[in-house]
């Protein structure tokens, strides 16, 4: 059974930091392409960053320089550090697992709010 369950969402002040981590059972986690996406109310889903299976990383125009995604193959999990964290940054944030044309699996979410 696969499953992708996220991790160390919360509440944070503006300025701050979270570390997102995405823990995954059931794939070959090195084969496949991992992201985050991010999900507020009211908005679709849009992608936030992704790494390929060779460590690759791209971002998102609106947070680099203050997210960045990385993985660790042995304990198959993704991370998303985010740092300054704006308001606008309020969001449901789902982890993604993509082998392209053959499988593609979401986790649960994790709420991050941004917030005074």
């Known amino acids: 059974q696969v499953q992708l369950v996220e991790s160390g969402g919360g509440l944070v002040q503006p300025g701050g930091s979270l570390r997102l981590s995405c823990t995954t059972a059931?794939?070959?986690?090195?084969?496949?392409?991992m992201g985050w996406c991010c999900q507020a109310p009211g908005k679709q889903r849009e992608l936030v960053a992704i790494i390929s299976s060779g460590g690759s990383a791209n971002h998102q125009d609106s947070v680099k320089g203050r997210f960045t995604i990385s993985r660790d193959n042995a304990k198959k999990t993704v991370y998303l550090q985010m740092n300054s964290l704006k308001p606008e940054d309020t969001a449901v944030y789902f982890c993604?697992?993509?082998?392209?044309?053959?499988?593609?699996?979401w986790g649960q979410g994790t709420q991050v709010t941004v917030s005074s």
């Open positions: 993604n697992a993509a082998l392209p044309s053959v499988a593609n699996y």
């Open positions: 059931g794939i070959m986690f090195s084969v496949y392409t």
